[in-house]
Structures are given as structure tokens and as C-alpha cells.
């Protein structure tokens, strides 16, 4: 049974780094979609950054547009989020999902797999504050 994980997570001021990663455990990364979604408190959960199964397409939701890049390392089955400039709006609990079916990243799509997805893991929690 596939498994998808998260790490990377810390506390940080604005306008610093982070990355995060998504190990997938039990199948190939090389076979899924891989959509990040972070929750903050009080919020309900948004899709932030999706790569689609052949990695030509992808999708950033407007808030984190030129700031956060999605990619991959089949070879490791480790998925990343790259995090520039932070800003205290991108404190929230971060999670990753995989998708077999997804080709396109849309924003439909993403909401589908947030809807859908039955193996959420645990999050990596990001902090962002002065």
C-alpha cells in the first residue's frame, strides 16, 4: 500500500528558504501525480503546488506563484517543495498526496485529490514570523 510522508518543516522569518520533501513509500514515485497542500489554523486545506505524472505540467495556486517550485527525484521517490520568501500568510501544516490518474494539474484537479485522498500523513509543519 503506498504511503506518502512529509519533513522539512521549521520556523523561519520572512523572506527565508525552506525545502520540503515527500517520501512515497510501497509504489514508484515514477507512476503519480504529487500535489502539496498546507492548512493552516482555522483555514480550511488549499492545494498549494502540483506535478503532473509526466512532469510537463504543473500547477501553483496564485498565493505562492514565483515563490514555490515543485519537483521530483524518482530515483529517490523523494518529492520537493522549494519555499522562497516566505511570508507569516505560508504558516500552516504542509502535506503531500499522490495521484496516479492526474496527467493535467489544474486547480480542479487538485481539489479532487484533496477530496479523495486516503493516505494523508502526518504534515511537516512550516512557521514563518519575524
Known amino acids: 500500500q503506498m504511503h506518502t510522508s512529509e519533513s522539512g518543516g521549521g520556523s523561519v522569518q520572512p523572506g527565508e528558504s525552506l525545502r520540503l520533501s515527500c517520501l512515497v513509500s510501497?509504489?514508484?514515485?515514477?507512476?503519480?501525480?504529487i500535489v502539496w497542500f498546507r492548512q493552516a489554523p482555522g483555514k480550511e486545506r488549499e492545494g498549494v503546488a502540483c506535478l503532473g505524472i509526466t512532469d510537463d505540467s504543473t500547477y501553483n495556486a496564485d498565493s505562492v506563484k514565483g515563490r514555490f517550485t515543485i519537483s521530483r527525484e524518482n530515483a529517490k521517490n523523494t518529492a520537493y517543495l522549494q519555499m522562497n520568501n516566505l511570508t507569516p500568510e505560508d504558516t500552516a501544516v504542509y502535506y503531500c498526496a499522490a495521484d496516479m490518474w492526474t496527467v493535467k494539474c489544474t486547480s480542479r484537479s487538485m481539489d479532487t485529490i484533496g477530496s479523495q485522498y486516503p493516505y494523508w500523513g502526518q504534515g511537516t509543519q512550516v512557521t514563518v514570523a519575524s
Open positions: 510501497g509504489s514508484s514515485l515514477s507512476n503519480y501525480a
